[in-house]
């Protein structure tokens, strides 16, 4: 947590923002007006909150008080359309968002598969989803991820996981409720490590961006006390789980927090999840070549998700340097795809995004100086 002074408002909940105007010595709905005004709106500064007097904003001014919104600092965008952004904070830092429009929302893990319910907003995109990070860095290490080499710079605040997307949101015009926008939250970090931070986001999210919660899936490596903490949450998104290897000895190879909490440690937390009506929990499989693409690996996942209401994501491994692992085949990825499916296991190949600009899973690595393949 920060300890100096908050000078953005953007990471301010109502009851922060009441105390903030009330301190101003202004009436306390001016509170709802701030809210509305940073998150409904998106204002860039305090300047354009319309609905405030010249008085209160020049107060706000004078007390340092700043919307927050982080900058972007360099946008990258592939031929699938997928916009990879820097996002810059507050402190010199940055990390990555990433903006990726029409129909790929289900495959990102949102758990709805069709695009029946799209709606066309304007003749660019159907729908999009927003790839958010939580921390600047990661400590978790798994072996087959970029992110991990950069080891962990500190947590995201609050604000600064909302301010990803309200930035790209802004980047991209988009109006909300009208345009259909999933949120997943499977960018640099993991969220669980940072855990109250990431819940605040969320809450604001919802209240105040206007994005609903079965829109947003957050992904864990296995934080196992947190998934428990997270299914007694009033206000949450949906829930995946990366999964990634089919025993405990191939697990602990790759994923090393795999040692402090094991297979049935995060089995047991993921059968024990209270999902909500119609909802599923997702696990997501990176497949990475003669490493845990067998079909006896297939098999062992079976037995791991049987009887659970869930669905398994697979992946196979965007490359990038630094990382010693081969993609398997398309061949070998519908095989293991076809055990789990054959056992009743709903199962998706998720479509790699923006591979040519680093910004597909794993790749996300505050890569300012990459010059874009085209
Ligand atoms: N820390 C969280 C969220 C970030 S990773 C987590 O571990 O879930 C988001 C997803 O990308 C995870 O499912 C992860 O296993 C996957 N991933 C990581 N590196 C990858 C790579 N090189 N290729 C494909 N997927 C990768």
Not at 36 to 55: F, W
Not at 118 to 126: F, G, L, M, P, Q
């Amino acid at each position: 947590m920060s300890r100096e002074p908050q000078t953005a408002l953007l990471g301010l909940d109502l009851q922060e923002l009441t105390a903030l105007v009330e301190e101003a010595g202004e009436a306390s709905y001016r509170a709802r007006q701030l809210f509305d005004a940073v998150y409904g709106q998106r204002v860039l500064s305090t300047d354009q909150i319309s609905t405030l007097p010249k008085s209160f904003r020049g107060s706000l001014q004078e007390r340092g008080m700043t919307v927050g919104l982080p900058t972007v600092e360099k946008k990258f965008v592939s031929r699938d359309g997928t916009v990879r952004y820097l996002v810059g904070l507050g402190d010199g830092q940055s990390v990555e968002t990433v903006w990726m429009p029409e129909g790929d929302g289900g495959e990102a893990g949102d758990g709805s598969e069709g695009g029946d319910d799209a709606v066309r907003t304007n003749s660019r995109w159907s729908r999009a989803t927003i790839c958010v990070s939580s921390q600047v860095g990661c400590a978790v290490d798994c072996q087959f991820c970029m992110t991990a080499l950069l080891g962990i710079k500190r947590n995201l605040s609050g604000g600064e996981i909302v301010g990803q997307v309200c930035a790209v949101l802004n980047d991209q015009q988009v109006a909300l409720p009208e345009s259909r926008v999933n949120l997943v939250f499977m960018g640099m970090g993991e969220p669980f490590l940072n855990y109250d931070n990431f819940m605040k986001a969320v809450r604001l999210l919802v209240e105040g961006v206007g994005i609903p919660e079965s829109h947003m899936t957050v992904s864990t490596a296995g934080i196992v006390p947190r998934i428990y903490d997270f299914g007694q949450e009033p206000v949450r998104s949906k829930l995946a789980i990366s999964l990634n290897a089919s025993n405990d000895e191939l697990r602990t190879r790759l994923m090393p927090i795999n040692k402090k909490w094991n297979l049935e440690k995060l089995m047991a937390a993921a059968r024990a999840f209270p999902l909500r009506n119609r909802e599923r929990l997702t696990f997501e499989y990176v497949l990475l070549a003669e490493v845990n693409d067998s079909i006896r690996n297939a098999r062992e996942v079976v037995e791991l998700v049987r009887g659970m209401r869930a669905k398994v994501n697979l992946i196979a491994l965007n490359p990038g340097p630094g990382i010693d692992f081969r993609t398997p085949s398309e061949e070998r990825v519908l095989a293991f795809q076809k055990v789990l499916v054959a056992s009743g296991i709903p199962t998706f190949i998720r479509r790699p995004r923006g591979r040519d600009i680093y910004a597909a899973c794993g790749q996300l690595k505050r890569t300012a100086e990459l010059v874009p393949l085209s």
